[in-house]
C-alpha cells in the first residue's frame, strides 16, 4: 500500500496538524469560553459564576492592585526557589550521573522523595522555619527540586560513552569533561526536566502560600474562598494559570535557545 | 594505569556495595537529625529517636487508625472514579485525532494548573464532607490517568495496526488484540502515576482543607506542640505513600511486564 | 616511536567468565610509519590502540611513545574515531578547535589553526556548520582536523572510514594519503578492510582473536607517493598478491573460529 503513494506523502502530514492544530485550540477555548458563560448564568450559583464576572472581578482586582502585589510576593517565591532548586538539581544529578557511589549514596531517596506528597513537608518548614518566605521557597524546592535531580542524573548517564573517551584523548581534566562535553550532551534532556521543574514549582508555589497563608497568590485565594466569593477564586485561578504557562514557556524558550543544534527529527520523540 | 586487580577483596567489595552507601546516607542523616535536635531543636524540633518512639506509639493508638482509614476512604474512591473516568476518556482521545486535537489545550492547561487553588470552590459547592474530598482526589488523578492511556493508544505501533488488518481483523478484534494489549503498559503507567497524584491530593485535602483525619491529627499535635507527635504523623502519611506507589509499580509489572522504561519517562510529568 | 611489549588483558564477559582480549603482544612502530592493523572482530585491535591513547587500562606488559611509558592520555597521541564523536552542538571550527582550547591555546591562534587545517581536509567554508548539517564523510574529514590540529607526534585511528559509504570512504583514503605523504607522522590505523590495510600501510599487522595476538606482520612494498594514482596501484602485481595472502590468513582464522563456536566475541 505505502509504495504505491508518491514519497512526499510521508512527510507532509507532520507539518499538516501543526498548522491547523493552533487555530483549532483557539476555537476549542473560545467555545470552552461560550459554554463557561452560558452554563455560569443559567447555574445561578456562587461557586460557579460566568466568565464575564469572572473577568470583571480580575479587572477590579487588578485595578486596585491586589493582584499585582501579592502577584509580585508570589513570582519572588517562585523565582527563589526554582533557583535554589535548578542549582541543587544540575549539582545533585551530575554528581549522580558521574559518580556510582554518589547515586548509591542518594538514588533511592531522592526517588522516594520524588513521589512522595511534597506538601507533608510544609508543617516541619512552618515549625522550623516559621511562617515566612523560607517556608514557602522550602516547599517549592521540594516540589520542583526532585524531578531536575532525576532528569539530570538520566541525562548526564547517557552522553554518549565516545564524546567522554574523545575528550579524555584531547587530555580534558573532570572539569573541563563535566563543563564542556557532559553538561552539554546532556542539555536537551537536562531542559526537558527543567520544564517539568517548573511546572510544579508554580504548583509548589501555591499550595504552599495557601498552607503558610500570609502572603502572595495562595493567601488571597484561600481568603476568598472562606468569603464564599467564587468570581475572585477563579479570577485568581486564572491568574495562576497564567504564571504557570508563561513559566513554562520561559523554560521552552531558554531551551530552544541552548538546544537549537538538536537535529528536529530527534527532538519529535521526546 | 598498569597492572591492577581486577577483583578487590570481598570484604572491600561489601563495603564498596550500593547498599552500604544507601544505609551510610540514612545513618548520617539520623544522626545529624539526632545531634540538631537535641541541642538546638527546642520545643518545636524533635530528634530522631523521639520521633521513632513517637511513630511507633502512634501505631498502638486507635485515633491513628481511624484518621488513616477516614482517610484512605476518599483515596480509594476517588482514585476508582479517575481511573474508571481516565482510562477510557483517554483511550477516546487516543484513538480520534479530532477529539484529541480539540481537547489538547484544555489537558495541557489542566497539566499545569495547581488543582488545590480549586479547594476554595469545592468546599463553597459541596461542602466539607467526603465528597469533596472524592472529587478533588479524582481531579487530582484522572488528568494523568487520561494523558498517559491517550499516549499509550497513539504508540501503538501503526505497522501493528496494519498487520491486524491485513489478516482481515473487524474493528473489534483490533482492540481486543492489538490496541489494547500495545497501549496496556502506558494504561499502567497512568495508573500508577496517577495513584500517585491520588495520594498527593488525599495528603492536600486534608493540610489545606479539611482538618480531620491524618490532615487533622497534623493540626491537632501541632497546636498542642507535640512536635514528635507531628513528625510521626508526618513519617506515617510518607510511608503510606511510598507503599501505594511501590504496590502500583510492582502491579505496573506484573500485568505489563513488557513496558519498557523509557516510553514511562516519556509520558509522566 | 611506539613501543609494545608483554601486553595483556583480560575482561570479565557478560556471563562473568573471563574473556583474554590481549594474550602477550609485541610490536614496534617505527618513527614516521604508516602502520595498519587488520584482523577478524574480536581480535583486540581497538582494545590496544585504546591502550595506546591511555584510554584503556591493562593487566600486564608495557607500552612506550617516543621512550616515555604511557600512563594515561597525552598530547604527543590523537585519535580518530569510528564513530566520528564530533560535539553536535559546536560549530566545525570549535569542533577542530576542541583539542586546542582544552590545551590553553588562546583563541586567535587556536581559531587560526583550526581554519587552516579545515582548508588542508577540503572544508573551508564550512567552519561555521554544525555536525549535523554535513555527510559522513565531512564529519570524519572534521575529526581528523580535530585530531592533526594538536600537532600530534603520533596518529591513531579506529577504523575512521567504517561508517562512511564505499565511495566516500575511497576519497577519504586517497585524501589521508595526500595528506599524510605531503606531512608525514607515525600512524596506526585500525581496519577490517584488507584493500584498506594495504592501501594506506607501510606494513600490515594481521592479527588472531581469542586471545588477540599477532599473527603476521606483512610488509607493503608499494611505491611512495600513492596518491597520485591509487587505480594504478590496485592491479599492480604485488597489491593483488598481499591482499591474496591476506585473505587467505583471514579466512583460515575465521573456520577456526567456527570449530569453537562457544566463545563469544569482544571488542
Known amino acids: 500500500m505505502s509504495a504505491l503513494a508518491p514519497p512526499r506523502a510521508r512527510t507532509a ?14 476555537v476549542s477555548l473560545a467555545a ?75 538514588g533511592v531517596y531522592v526517588y522516594a522523595l520524588l513521589t512522595a506528597p511534597a506538601l507533608v513537608f510544609a508543617p516541619i518548614f512552618f515549625s522550623v522555619l516559621g511562617p515566612g518566605q523560607s517556608s514557602i521557597v522550602a516547599v517549592v524546592f521540594m516540589y520542583s527540586a526532585f524531578i531536575m535531580i532525576v532528569t539530570t542524573a538520566d541525562a548526564v548517564e547517557q552522553v554518549p560513552a565516545h564524546l567522554v573517551e574523545m575528550a579524555r584523548s584531547y587530555g580534558a581534566n573532570e572539569w573541563q569533561l563535566v563543563t564542556r562535553v557532559i553538561l552539554p550532551a546532556a542539555s536537551p534532556t537536562i531542559l526537558a526536566g527543567v520544564r517539568l521543574g517548573m511546572g510544579r514549582a508554580v504548583t509548589g508555589m501555591i499550595n504552599g502560600e495557601m498552607f503558610i497563608a500570609v502572603t502572595g497568590l495562595g493567601r488571597i485565594v484561600t481568603q476568598a474562598g472562606k468569603s464564599f466569593d467564587g468570581a475572585a477564586v477563579l479570577a485568581i485561578l486564572l491568574v495562576v494559570i497564567a504564571v504557570a504557562l508563561a513559566s513554562v514557556a520561559l523554560v521552552q ?18 | ?24 546516607t540514612f545513618a548520617v542523616f539520623a544522626a545529624v537529625w539526632e545531634v540538631y535536635g537535641t541541642f538546638w531543636g527546642g520545643l518545636l524540633i524533635p530528634t530522631f529517636t523521639e520521633t521513632a518512639a513517637a511513630f511507633a506509639d502512634l501505631l498502638r493508638t486507635a485515633a491513628f487508625w481511624d484518621a488513616l482509614w477516614v482517610s484512605n476512604q476518599a483515596l480509594l474512591l476517588g482514585f476508582a472514579c479517575a481511573v474508571a473516568v481516565g482510562v477510557p476518556l483517554g483511550v477516546l482521545l487516543g484513538r480520534f485525532r479530532l477529539l484529541e486535537r480539540l481537547t ?13 487553588a480549586i479547594i476554595p470552590l469545592l468546599i463553597m459547592s ?24 491517550r499516549t499509550g493508544v497513539r504508540q501503538v505501533d501503526p505497522g501493528l495496526i496494519q498487520m491486524a488488518r491485513s489478516f482481515g481483523a473487524s474493528e473489534r478484534q483490533l482492540w481486543r488484540d492489538v490496541l489494547i494489549p500495545g497501549a496496556l503498559p502506558a494504561i499502567m503507567t497512568g495508573i500508577r502515576l496517577g495513584l500517585g497524584r491520588a495520594v498527593t491530593g488525599m495528603v492536600i485535602v486534608e493540610l489545606l482543607m479539611v482538618s480531620l483525619a491524618l490532615g487533622g491529627l497534623i493540626l491537632q499535635f501541632r497546636g498542642t506542640f507535640n512536635a514528635a507527635g507531628l513528625y510521626a504523623v508526618i513519617a506515617a502519611v510518607l510511608i503510606e505513600s511510598l507503599l501505594l506507589i511501590a504496590l502500583a509499580q510492582r502491579l505496573e509489572r506484573l500485568i505489563a511486564p513488557w513496558a519498557s522504561t523509557h516510553q514511562q519517562g516519556k509520558a509522566r510529568r | ?155 591513531l585511528m579506529d577504523e575512521p572510514f567504517g561508517a562512511v559509504d564505499e565511495q566516500t570512504r575511497r576519497l577519504l583514503q586517497e585524501e589521508l594519503l595526500a595528506i599524510w605523504e605531503a606531512n608525514r ?38 611505491d611512495r607517493p600513492r596518491s597520485s594514482d591509487v587505480g594504478g596501484l590496485e592491479r599492480s602485481r604485488e597489491y593483488v598478491e598481499i591482499t591474496a595472502h591476506l585473505w587467505d590468513r583471514l579466512r583460515d582464522m575465521h573456520e577456526e573460529h567456527r570449530a569453537a563456536p562457544s566463545e563469544q566475541a569482544v571488542r
Open chain 3, 1 to 155: 616511536m611506539i613501543e609494545i611489549s608483554g601486553l595483556r588483558k583480560t575482561f570479565t564477559g557478560q556471563d562473568g567468565a573471563p574473556v583474554q582480549a590481549l594474550g602477550g603482544v609485541d610490536l614496534t612502530v617505527r618513527d614516521d610509519e604508516f602502520l595498519t592493523v587488520l584482523g577478524p572482530s574480536g581480535c583486540g585491535k581497538t582494545t590496544m590502540l585504546k591502550m595506546i591513547a591511555g584510554l584503556q587500562t591493562w593487566d600486564a606488559g608495557e607500552i612506550t611513545v617516543g621512550g616515555r611509558p604511557v600512563r594515561g592520555p597525552g598530547p604527543d597521541r590523537s585519535m580518530v574515531f569510528q564513530n566520528f564523536a564530533l560535539l553536535p552542538w559546536a560549530t566545525v571550527l570549535d569542533n577542530v578547535a576542541f583539542g586546542l582550547r582544552l590545551k590553553g591555546v588562546g583563541k586567535a591562534e587556536r581559531t587560526e589553526r583550526a581554519r587552516d587545517l579545515i582548508a588542508k581536509v577540503g572544508l573551508a567554508g564550512f567552519e561555521s556548520k554544525r555536525p549535523g548539517e554535513l555527510s559522513g564523510g565531512m564529519q570524519q574529514r572534521v575529526g581528523i582536523a580535530r585530531a592533526l590540529a594538536v600537532e600530534p607526534q603520533v596518529l
Open chain 2, 1 to 24: 594505569m598498569t597492572a591492577y586487580p581486577t577483583r578487590a577483596p570481598r570484604w572491600k567489595r561489601v563495603l564498596d556495595s550500593d547498599r552500604s552507601y544507601r544505609l551510610l
Open chain 1, 32 to 106: 470552552g469560553a461560550v459554554l463557561w458563560e452560558v452554563v455560569g448564568r443559567a447555574a445561578g450559583v456562587p461557586f460557579f459564576p460566568p466568565l464575564s464576572e469572572v473577568v470583571a472581578t480580575l479587572a477590579a482586582m487588578t485595578a486596585n492592585g491586589e493582584i499585582l502585589g501579592n502577584l509580585l510576593v508570589s513570582l519572588g517565591n517562585l523565582a527563589l526557589g526554582f533557583a535554589v532548586s535548578l542549582a541543587a538539581g544540575l549539582v545533585v544529578g551530575t554528581a549522580m550521573g558521574r559518580y556510582r557511589r554518589v547515586k548509591a549514596a542518594l
Open chain 2, 126 to 149: 459541596v461542602g466539607f464532607g467526603l465528597l469533596s474530598r472524592v472529587i478533588l482526589v479524582a481531579l487530582f488523578a484522572v488528568v494523568m490517568v487520561v494523558v498517559n492511556v
Open chain 2, 104 to 116: 489538547d489545550v484544555y489537558l495541557n492547561i489542566l497539566l499545569v494548573t495547581p488543582m488545590a
Open chain 1, 253 to 270: 524558550f531558554v531551551d530552544r535557545r541552548l538546544t537549537g543544534w538538536v537535529p528536529d527529527t530527534a527532538k519529535e520523540s521526546r
Open chain 3, 185 to 222: 607522522l607515525t600512524v596506526v590505523f585500525i581496519t577490517h578492510s584488507m584493500e584498506e590495510a594495504v592501501l594506506l600501510g607501510d606494513r600490515v599487522v594481521l592479527m588472531s582473536a581469542r586471545p588477540g595476538q599477532i599473527a603476521e606482520i606483512v610488509d607493503v612494498p608499494l
Open chain 1, 13 to 26: 502530514p507532520r507539518f499538516e496538524p501543526r498548522a491547523r492544530r493552533l487555530p483549532l485550540g483557539l
